[in-house]
């Protein structure tokens, strides 16, 4: 029995000579605010910077798409000398201007000359020219490949906008939820700093109780260990703030290296509006967000396509005509007539058009699945809005219902200090009235966090997160 005694004495000695050093001192402090982490982002973020190469990438199409009707100049030389002789000697020259429609304006000049040369092609010593126009009169004639590449193209101007929008929007609706989450593990911290206080100050009062032999060496113990639970908390917490930091390290940048937070940084105070207001849902156009708008930018693009691939049902009939252009002597310039030219025409047709059929239907099922997936967006985005503005609503009457609770816990656990002091309370009343006002402060935090979520959600939904 005495040994049980002198256990408990060396270890109330222990608790009493226990030195409380302020781990907590606040140093200079830098906030970074959120306006400020979101123009680095925008700015310096390698994914930010891919979403510029969407719209390099969309002039490089249209550039492609004017290739189309580039003109075309080609030249062709053949000669043949055998046995001291001049077999032939052919030389022509060609240009082609293509237009968007289904007509080529072409000319060009042939020389012939030699002893065993194809009548057809003989010509005289100055040469012939010609000027004239091909026609695809049936298939290609409207609707052709050129026209089709820049209609294409012009829509994958506006494809490219809303695809740089989308990335700019995941962007940053993640990197907000990251910051988010720091302003919650950092107040949670500085919460769980005051606990410690607070515990520390009811340790070092029950001590001094137990020197004046007011309170027992028990209380001294439960207080001690009250004290060492509220360490235990804030250790845990500063994993969370730890982790939380490092990932909206993750969205800092600046000259393509990425930054990293000095120690005393931190956010914003969590009740700031860091938000733009967002406009009421029953303003919100759905048929406005860069998800809706990409689905219809890729729903013209293959409507666009399947027009021409209807176009290959049709006969290919193309009718060509060069008027033939002499020189003479006398007249170096070209002479045209009405009864020198030469005409002709080419057709052809699939017979069974499989192929053709095949690539109609594949177009018509690829457009039916677009609009069925644009119709599954718009509801969803429609849901997501109306739930998290409902969410909004409702958190709002959690929190100051909540801000009402804290105030009332504040004041119970003033009253109980003051009772504890005069020796009318105990430790354990002390630190049930001490546990319910921290929780209720750590839940506050909570709440003002999750209906900042709640916001940034609706503004993600409603295409209100960037300005324009």
Known sequence: MGTKLQLRFI????????????CFGQSDTTILNYKEYLENILTYHPIAQKADLKLKLAKAEL????????????????????????????YQ????????????????????????????????????????????????????????????????????????????NDLVYNASSAYLIWQQQFYFSIILQENISLANSY????????????????????????????????????????????????????????????ENTQPENYNNQIFQEAINIENSIISNHPLILASVNKLSYFEIEQRLKRQKLKPKLKIKYHPLLATSENNISPNYSLNDYKWGFDFSMPLLLRSE?????????????????IQNKRNELQNEMESSWQQQLLLQNQKNLLSQNVESYQQLLDGENEKFNFGESSVFLLNKRQEKYINGQLKLVEIYIKQQVELLNFLYYSNQLINE
């Not at 270890?11 to 302020?22: A, K, M, P, R």
């Not at 201007?97 to 065993?116: M, S």
């Not at 010609?130 to 209609?151: C, M, P, S, W, Y």
């Open 11 to 22: 270890f109330v000695v222990f608790i009493l000579g226990y030195g409380i050093f302020d």
């Open 357 to 373: 059929r095949a690539n109609v239907q594949k177009g018509e099922l690829k457009i039916q699945e677009i609009k069925l997936d």
């Open 93 to 168: 020259a060609k240009f082609r201007f293509p237009t968007r429609l289904g007509i080529d304006v072409v000319g060009g000049y042939e020389n012939t000359e030699g002893i065993f040369v194809n009548p057809e092609n003989k010509t005289d010593e100055l040469g012939l020219w010609h000027l004239g126009i091909e026609a695809d009169v049936l298939q290609g004639l409207i609707v052709n490949e050129r026209k089709t590449a820049f209609e294409q193209a012009k829509v994958f101007q506006e494809l490219a906008k809303n695809e740089q929008r989308i990335i700019l």
């Open 63 to 90: 550039l492609g798409a004017k290739g189309f009707v580039d003109p075309v100049i080609s030249s062709d030389w053949n000669q043949k000398n055998f046995d001291d002789q001049l077999y032939y000697r052919q």
């Open 203 to 262: 340790f070092q009062n029950t001590k001094q109780s137990f020197f004046n032999g007011e309170k027992t060496a028990m209380d001294t113990t439960e207080a001690f260990v009250l004290y060492q639970d509220a360490v235990a908390l804030l250790q845990k917490n500063e994993l969370g703030l730890i982790k939380s930091k490092q990932k909206v390290e993750n969205y800092l940048w600046f000259n393509q290296a990425p930054l990293a937070l000095q």
